[in-house]
């Protein structure tokens, strides 16, 4: 091991585990910030960095072929001079010797290190291996659900998320019978409240999506291996020649089992994202206490991913006694049927929503949403351009008042 | 500098006009990004790069 991270002299080996849209980030940020060493890049998939929003949209759909997914061309790639070491994942770390273990059995050093390894799906018990049950975060997945939707076949969606009612809406437009099931009481629930996700629930129902809400799937059913249904908690039972399994996903943190990274709900890191002895994380694996609140917080978007690589590189040169509180306002959308739904801040825990633009019978609105007065989020409905001027009011949590229009 | 767009592929986050505002805007009716410079001057360099790196569909292309 060299000194230099003792001494507080920049890294002079940086080696960045993950390498989708938050550690292709921290590459490109490190090298446009003059950073000329040894620079390693470490995937578990065999891919080129690529985007996965779009699996569950235009991929699924068939609108793109999976080439457009690439985040950077291969001469892009080329330029940023990386050791690639795409196709084999990092199974151990060593944090004394400064040290990763891949699962080709070579050891990759570093003087600094970022986690970016993400998340995979969470599955349901009992279902692995059995034709016809899907989930959807890689670009295999997306191919494979893509190829079984082909057949129309009737599908059921488990899980009213982001995930689970994008796919409803593309599944419906390549006419596929579907059922979404979710245990929250409206689709998107979690994500938008009652009043906003009755307006969703409605749309889908126009479209044709059979919906069963607040109910939980007991297990899939199946017959000589392949998926035949599912059984709901009540003793329900629905036929299905395919399910999409869309019930959140779990961080990538197994492989830091022992290494002394504290890891809880993901790597646990700092409000500079510095979880101590040389190593940081960016993306959907990193949680980080909000600088305001001090809530420890894990956020799966795509623009995290990216915002975080970029904090997680500065801080990486400037090192952890120099880094600097990462801050964001969180922000994703959704794409379904022809709606585009889109989220600035945080509506988990919300107590007050109020619309203050257009309506939900218009399918076009703004909804601000408030928690101990304070405005926590802004949810616009086909509203692209006037929503952006909300973000303020969520980055200053200002108060959640009568007046809270922009 | 030379800014190239994939408009097709734009999603109306508008994280780019948070990041360059003298340089990306938002259409009124879809949020779909408008390149205000595709060539704009040296001071503004930094701020493109993070547009283009924060921009979730990955659409903003910068060759310098």
Known sequence: MTGAAVTGAPPSRIAVVGASAAGLCVVEALRRQGYGGPLTLIGEETHLPYDRPPLSKQVLSGAWDTGRLRLRGADDIEALGLRLRLGSPAIALDTQDREVALADGSLVGYDALVVATGTRARRLPGTDGVRGVHVLRTLEDAVALREDLAGKPHLVVVGGGFVG???????????????????????????????????????????????????????????GGRATGVRLADDRTIDAEAVLVGIGALPNTEWLTGSGVPVGNGVTCDVTLYAGSGVWAAGDVASWPHPLTGERIRVEHRTNAAEQGLAVARNVLAGPEQARPFETVPYVWSDQYDLRIQIWGRTRGADEVRIVEGSPAERKLIALYGKDGRVCAAVGVNMMRALRDYRSQVAEAAPFTARSAA | MQISIDFDKCCGAGQCVLAAPDVFDQRDEDGIVVLLDDNPPADQAENVAQAAAVCPAAVIQVKQ
Not at chain 1, 178 to 199: K, N, R
Request: overall charge negative; some cysteine.
């Open chain 1, 165 to 223: 009612a994008e796919a409803a809406a593309v599944a419906r437009g390549l006419g596929c019978e579907v059922t979404l099931v979710t245990d929250t009481a409206q689709p998107m629930g979690d994500a938008l409240g009652d009043e906003l996700g009755a307006m969703l629930r409605a749309v889908h129902a126009e479209h044709g999506v059979r919906i069963e809400t607040g109910t939980l799937v007991d297990r899939v059913l199946t017959a």
